[in-house]
């Protein structure tokens, strides 16, 4: 079972606005990421919230998505990842970490990570674009406890960098694993609007 785990959690302080609910198109961030997930070859989906959750959840059709509510969501990223695998099945193979912030990813990426890792059984697999790592990134199993005990300031990109000889890069045509929308600047140039 391939477990992707959106963490919509934090506080988009450097946005000004919750950036689960900024407009991509006709929808939000986080519907976005949801419906290429649910149209992808993941078995499930767990969003993880934290500030403003309760806007969240009355402003988004979160319905077929497992939803987790951290508290400690200003402790960091890594809090809500931890929390997210809390919630994550005896049976889950690998998990897919997603960011709220990164709206442009594709089904197309998505299944080729899970189609090579199901391939090769390596224990992290990341999209690359012109030698860059982007997102969603891949972890199997194996790394749940590493996830679980690394330090909170680096988060899973400590996991990442410890364990180098088992990551595997996939290089894709898609630029769009590499665009986070942080800041008010970043949205307009992606989207010509301000947020």
């Known amino acids: 079972m391939i477990n992707a785990i959106v963490l919509a959690a934090g506080e988009s302080r450097r946005m000004g606005k919750l950036k689960p609910l900024l407009r991509f198109r006709d929808t ?26 309760e806007t969240i959840e009355k402003s988004i059709d979160l319905s077929g998505t497992d939803v987790v509510v951290n508290k400690d969501y200003r402790k960091g990223q ?28 594709t089904k197309t990426v998505v299944n080729r990570i899970i189609s090579k890792f199901k391939e090769t059984k390596s224990p ?20 749940f406890k590493e996830l679980r005990n690394a330090p909170a300031k680096e988060g899973a990109r400590y996991v990442l960098y410890s364990n180098e000889e088992k990551v595997l890069e996939l290089e894709t045509p898609e630029s769009g694993i590499l665009v986070g929308i942080d800041t008010p600047e970043d949205y307009k140039f992606h989207f010509g609007v301000s947020p």
């Open 28 to 53: 939000t961030f986080l519907e976005q990421i949801i419906s290429v997930l649910k149209l992808s070859d993941v078995d499930r989906v767990t969003v993880v919230l934290g500030a403003g959750a």
């Open 124 to 143: 992290i697999v990341v999209p690359v674009f012109n030698k860059k790592r982007g997102h969603p990134a891949l972890f199997s199993r194996s790394l």
């Open 78 to 105: 890594l809090s809500s990842l931890v929390a997210g695998l809390k919630n994550t099945p005896a049976e889950t193979d690998a998990i897919l970490v997603c960011l709220v912030d990164n709206p442009f990813i």
